[in-house]
């Protein structure tokens, strides 16, 4: 089962900065539309950011002028950088591609 990889999750404090990182075990990975999501207890899963079709970052307003999506062709990989981070910022963060998840990295920010 092919399966993207995250990390770099943890626990911050409010106000503090986490890198995530997404990987995936095929080759084209960036050239293609990714998503992160996030999903916290007892809540929906919501879509934070992710490349469109033509490689451009998109973000959900939540995280908008505080995270950064940037690729890095060399090592297959995605990072989410994650500035300012808010308590209502915890959750299990999920990247996709395709039909294609991992299986999360845990992010908690404390107040």
């Known amino acids: 089962q092919v399966r993207l990889v995250e990390s770099g999750g943890g626990l911050v404090q409010a106000g503090g900065s986490l890198r995530l990182s997404c990987t995936a075990p095929?080759?084209?990975?960036?050239?293609?539309?990714m998503s992160w999501y996030r999903q916290a207890p007892e809540k929906r899963r919501e879509w934070v950011a992710g490349?469109?079709?033509?490689?451009?970052?998109t973000y959900a307003d939540s995280v908008k002028g505080r995270f950064t999506l940037s690729r890095d062709n060399a090592k297959n990989a995605v990072y989410l950088q994650m500035d300012s981070l808010k308590v209502e910022d915890t959750g299990d963060y999920s990247c996709?591609?395709?039909?294609?998840w991992g299986r999360g990295t845990q992010v908690t920010v404390s107040s």
């Open positions: 095929y080759s084209d990975f960036n050239r293609n539309v």
């Open positions: 490349f469109d079709s033509v490689g451009v970052p």
């Open positions: 996709t591609q395709r039909c294609f």
